[in-house]
């Protein structure tokens, strides 16, 4: 059962900060360092500053910029650049973006609190694995600031869409606390609701909903190791305490503003790797279609390609390939639904089965290209990139030898996978447009509020 609470956020105060533009962010992981000096120049206090620090010449294993995020965050709450709420609210929060042939799409959700529970154990699934790198610096940053800097997004199934109705009823008329257009030209907006009767509707309404984490699985775990810490310090806890929630963004997968992008795979490094060889391999499982250019019509050649890739993937599990060196495209085609039983026998979950990017994670990597699976959560051989085009372009630079153009994974994959209680490769999916950082700060501190009356 999810567990939905209002919590009193910490928010830029306007009145102080003129120009709420200048002082977001994108999420962290996304931030390059030519980005974090451009936000760094920005704005005094953009939210860089306290979510990604930069680390200093004197710092000790990089220590000093987790602390002096935490002084900075104290310090902009002391001087009123930062100021907590004067009530427990829930916070509705849509993105409005356009896809890429120009549609404007709206992507709508609510920012609350909800109770950590361990993976397998309740409400709350995971559909991606994890590295420990990120984990250990969000750790850092958890241990100075006690604090959640930024959502963790999670989707819920609602066909009936009754809380996006009830929340757009709820803000009918009133002012946005935040109205911001970030650097992808996406109009975020957040609106408070401190009705006590909405608020308490809506943890109703969610509390049969299965929640599936999209973005921040990091954070999520990060959360756990954080709280089991605290639990270990507390006497006679009571789980009230604010370390025993987490702060969420939560939106509908049934809603019409829901997109989710591919992200391709750049391969690099292999010592053995023979061009010939390995597409000999291949059509051994997949069917091939090759697609030659010349000079002359390379880039005609590189949009049919991609147009193909799409239309594969709408009958059979398929994506493209470009080898370094070679002046063709191919796109591999599984050639049966079967082919995965015959070359792994049970050893493949079924809900695997129908995924492009097990099928090339399983099949393709490990065991054509021998890319281990531990050198593929290491990402020893591989670079994830977003757009098609850079990805293209990427295999003639450096040590890159091919790059695997992918489809996105459909939202009902993701739901069918976690709720089998399984876990995709990483960056199988990347939920679009990216929830801003510095729009509301949980602190964890004190107690949660007391759960809102029944409605």
Known sequence: MAEILPFTAVIYNKDVVKDLNKVMAPPYDVISPKLQDELYARHANNFVKIDLNKAEAADVDGAGRYARAASLLNDWMAKGVLARDEAPAIYYYTQTYRLKDGTQ??????????????????????????????????????????ANLSCIFSLYSEPSLGVNKLLEGAIKGASPVIDVRDDDAIVNTVWRINDPTVIAQTASAMKDKALFIADGHHRYETAL???????????????????????????????????????????????????????????????????????????????????????????????????????????????????????????????????DVTVLHSLVFAKILGITQEAQEKQLNLVY???????????????????????????????????????????????????LSGLTINLLTGDVAAPVAKA
Not at 118 to 137: M, N, V
Not at 252 to 261: K, L
């Open 105 to 146: 799409q709206t992507r709508k959700g609510f920012i609350a609190l909800t109770k950590l529970e361990e993976f397998g154990k309740g409400a709350i699934h995971p559909h991606e694995k994890t590295l420990s790198g990120p984990k250990a610096d969000r750790l850092k940053l958890m241990h100075t600031t006690s």
């Open 385 to 435: 990139v977003k757009n098609g085009d850079e990805a293209i372009a990427a295999v003639g630079r450096d040590k890159n030898q091919l790059v695997f153009i992918l489809n996105p994974t459909h939202i009902g994959q993701v739901k069918e996978v976690a709720l089998a209680g399984h876990v995709m490769p990483q960056k199988s999916t990347y939920f679009y447009p990216k929830l």
């Open 225 to 355: 190791n954080y709280r089991n810490e605290m639990l270990a310090r507390t006497k006679n806890p009571t789980g009230r305490e604010a370390f025993n929630y987490i702060m969420m963004y939560f939106s509908n997968m049934d809603d019409e503003g829901m997109t989710i992008w591919p992200t391709h795979r750049v391969v690099h490094s292999l010592d053995t790797f023979e061009p010939k060889a390995f597409l000999n391999r291949c059509a051994e499982y997949f069917d091939i279609e090759t697609l030659a250019f010349t000079a002359a019509d390379a880039d005609k050649v590189k949009k049919t390609f991609q147009a193909k890739v799409v239309a594969s993937g709408e009958t059979a599990i398929s994506f493209g390939l470009f080898v370094k060196g070679e002046s063709s495209y191919h796109i591999l085609k599984l050639k049966s639904a079967d082919t995965m039983d015959k070359v792994f026998g049970s050893g493949i979950p079924d809900v695997f089965k129908g995924l």
